[in-house]
């Protein structure tokens, strides 16, 4: 069974659909922008059905609970998408929040606001804090339960301080990218952010 790649990213809001826009495109993926959402509202199964229809990988998929305590809708969906039978999950990019009551996850390294790559967590503005290997999440609530082979931490996508703005690249999101794509095996050094594509599937 030929199985789709994914990377999923744990924020959904205006700012990450932007983002994950501009990276899916940059590395000649798909970005499944109809799982864009505060709170994510399509469900697994849909998100599924849109993942498989993409015509090139890595597809990036975006879930949010909108600070929903436990597993809500956008980690249940993703549950969904993490265990189905067709889908390989090469990563997890999980982005900090400010509520450090709610939830947190293991993270296998961080991305700072300053490009640093470390076992450190960040906060919601990419600053490294004291934890080593956790971060505290709106949407992480069940990612320890499952096998994901990657989880990196970062900061509140395409905002830190307009560090990670797409007028200046993405940076920390698309070095965020770059790791999973790494361990996975892939070149980076191929894609030159000059994709044409269609980078959005709606439907």
């Not at 993409?54 to 609970?65: R, W």
């Not at 249940?76 to 939830?103: N, P």
């Not at 961080?110 to 999440?137: A, F, P, Y």
Request: proline content about 2%.
């Amino acid at each position: 069974m030929i199985k789709k790649r994914v990377i999923l990213i744990t924020d959904g809001d205006v700012y990450a659909k932007k983002t994950i826009q501009y990276v899916a495109k940059y590395y000649g993926g798909r970005c499944i922008s109809a799982s864009f959402g505060n709170p994510t509202l399509l469900s697994g199964s849909e998100l599924v059905k849109l993942i498989l229809k993409a015509k090139s990988e890595p597809v990036f998929v975006m879930f949010d609970d909108s600070g929903f305590l436990g597993e809500g809708a956008g980690e249940q969906a993703l549950r969904y998408v993490v265990t189905h039978e067709q889908i390989e999950v090469l990563g997890v990019i999980a982005v900090a929040s400010k509520t450090h009551q709610s939830e947190w996850t293991k993270v296998h390294v961080t991305v700072d606001r300053d490009l640093q790559v470390s076992s450190h967590g960040v906060d919601k503005s990419g600053i490294q804090e004291m934890d080593i290997g956790r971060i505290n999440g709106d949407t992480v609530y069940c990612l320890d339960e499952l096998h994901i082979p990657l989880i990196v931490g970062i900061g509140d996508i395409g905002k830190m301080a307009r560090r990670d703005d797409v007028k200046i690249g993405a940076p920390i999101t698309r070095k965020a990218v770059e790791i999973i794509l790494e361990r996975n095996g892939y070149n980076v050094s191929q894609w030159n952010g000059k994709s044409s594509d269609i980078t959005e599937i709606d439907e």
